[in-house]
């Protein structure tokens, strides 16, 4: 079955840029999504069709995706950005989620 | 606005069958290109997806669960249903819909997202 790997941690300070990755054989080839979930919320769509950004999701946020790797990436982080992010791609039949990264702003 | 609400037992036994119903308003169910997911999250895990049924009523299925699962939709009381069977205690979790998304590119390649996301729903399994 197709996996999506993900780091389990991610920290940066406020006002730098993070990146998030997510690995999977030929991603490239798939279109990606990405979720954020905060404590105690649903997940919440924040990059769609590797870079599209939802209306109302801030332009830090941009995603991009080709060979084997999709990443999120959060410009000028800030305190309220701090969650679990999920990638997820379509795999012929399946849908197919990351196992998530946490993301610490310190 | 769009919205959707999970609703069903919030604790089942061992061996039980979980029916659980997907309420949505703001769109339909008939609309072309949409549909509803399920999906669940373990207490403290990821994201793991279990179903989705479009409005041109095709269903797909996680293949380590479709054994145990059926989805179905009600366009004219704008529901989605989703039956788990034989319900175990590492099924507990609070389970997900949401409004599914798809579509596919000129070169043929399916996409989907899904947006927005119910509450949730926890479903506790113990005897």
């Known amino acids: 079955s197709y996996e999506l790997t993900q780091p389990p941690s991610v920290s940066v300070s406020p006002g730098q840029t993070v990146s998030i990755t997510c690995s999977g054989d030929?991603?490239?080839?798939?279109?990606a999504c990405w979720y954020q979930q905060k404590p105690g919320q649903s997940p919440v769509l924040v990059i769609y069709?590797?870079?599209e950004r939802p209306s109302g999701i801030p332009e830090r946020f941009s995603g991009s995706n080709s060979g084997n790797t999709a990443t999120l990436t959060i410009s000028g982080t800030q305190a309220m950005d701090e969650a679990d992010y999920y990638c997820?791609?379509?795999?012929?039949?399946?849908?197919?989620f990351g196992g998530g990264t946490k993301l610490t702003v310190l | 606005q769009v919205t959707l609400k999970e609703s069903g037992p919030l604790l089942v036994k061992p061996t039980e069958t979980l029916t659980l119903t997907c309420t949505v308003s703001?769109?339909?169910?008939?609309?072309?290109?949409?549909?509803v997911s399920w999906i669940r999250q373990p207490p403290g895990k990821a994201l793991d997806w279990l179903a989705h049924?479009?409005?041109?009523?095709?269903?797909s299925y996680s293949t380590s669960l479709k054994s145990r699962l059926t989805i179905s939709k009600d366009t004219s009381k704008s529901q989605v249903v989703l039956i788990m069977t034989n319900m175990d205690p590492l099924d507990t979790g609070t389970y997900y819909c949401?409004?599914?998304?798809?579509?596919?590119?000129?070169?043929?390649?399916?996409?989907?997202?899904?947006?927005?996301w119910g509450q949730g729903t926890l479903v506790t399994v113990s005897s």
């Open positions: 949401a409004r599914i998304i798809g579509g596919q590119d000129l070169f043929g390649s399916n996409w989907f997202r899904f947006d927005p």
């Open positions: 703001g769109f339909s169910l008939s609309n072309a290109g949409m549909g």
């Open positions: 049924i479009f409005s041109n009523d095709e269903k």
């Open positions: 030929k991603l490239g080839d798939k279109y």
């Open positions: 069709q590797d870079t």
């Open positions: 997820q791609a379509w795999d012929s039949t399946s849908v197919v």
